[in-house]
């Protein structure tokens, strides 16, 4: 079992999830985008969240499991982030900075499952 906020990885996932809250809180209720903030916000989560359960995952591969859901929930976001841009839901100056952080993070989850894994096949 590991401290999942001793991962740095974690870290920044979930100071992205912050940040992508803050950005849609500007998307009125009701709007037409309404869904795509909800899902925003839920693939924003599940970066840090899918984290969180590796790190009380009873084996190295099932860890490298939860760090792979993390990184296709990373893959998510960005999706719904170019999405949001897209249809005008966030400014461009808001958009770029959140896919360059999930962008990064989904390469840092990936180089650590990487890392897990080659460690657990030395075992």
Not at 27 to 39: A, F, P, Y
Request: proline share 2%.
């Amino acid at each position: 079992m590991r401290d999942f906020k001793k991962l740095f990885v974690w870290q920044r996932a979930y100071a992205l999830s912050i940040a992508v809250h803050d950005a849609v809180r500007g998307i009125r209720r009701g709007s037409e985008h309404t869904d795509l903030k909800r899902q925003l916000t839920r693939a924003a989560d599940s970066i840090a969240s899918n984290i969180v359960e590796g790190c009380g995952a009873a084996t190295q591969k099932e860890f490298a499991r939860y760090l792979d859901i993390s990184t296709k929930s990373a893959t998510e976001a960005e999706h719904h982030l170019l999405a949001a841009r897209d249809r005008r839901a966030l400014p461009a100056d808001r958009w770029q900075p959140l896919t360059s952080e999930v962008i990064e993070i989904r390469r840092m989850t990936y180089s650590l499952r990487k890392k897990i894994l080659n460690d657990a096949a030395s075992d």
